[in-house]
Nanobody, 130 residues
């Protein structure tokens, strides 16, 4: 059962920017860390960035450090992923997710398997191409 709705994807030229949004009408996101994942064609889903429930701790995959910024607005029940200096290698479907069990207010390691996450969205497609 999908809990999140992602939006903001689209077609952008290399070097361009996009801001993705992740929101939920099913539950309050404020108490949970949110992780953004992406899945490129033929590739496994990989963690991209995570923000804890209080916006104190943020983690990023090495491939996006310095280019992507994760943030959240708890009153708006929304998390964001600002993506700058986009590269063709960033082309993927982007998903947001949260864990259901454990210390779900904190960010797990960015390499945590997708099986540890119980709440997902349907994804939003990002295509970086000239």
């Amino acid at each position: 059962q999908l809990q999140f709705v992602e939006s903001g994807g689209g077609l952008v030229q290399p070097g361009g920017s996009l801001r993705l949004s992740c929101t939920s009408s099913r539950f309050s996101m404020g108490g949970s860390a949110v992780t953004w994942f992406r899945q490129a064609p033929g590739q496994e889903r990989e963690g991209v960035a995570c923000i804890d429930s209080g916006s104190v701790w943020k983690t990023y995959a090495d491939s996006v450090k310095g280019r992507f910024t994760i943030s959240r607005d708890n009153p708006a029940n929304t998390a964001y992923l600002q993506m700058n200096s986009l590269e063709p290698e960033d082309t993927a479907i982007y998903f947001c997710a949260s864990r259901i069990t454990g210390a779900n207010f904190a960010c797990p390691p960015i390499t945590t398997p997708t099986s540890a996450f119980g709440y997902w969205g349907q994804g939003t497609r990002v295509t970086v191409s000239s």
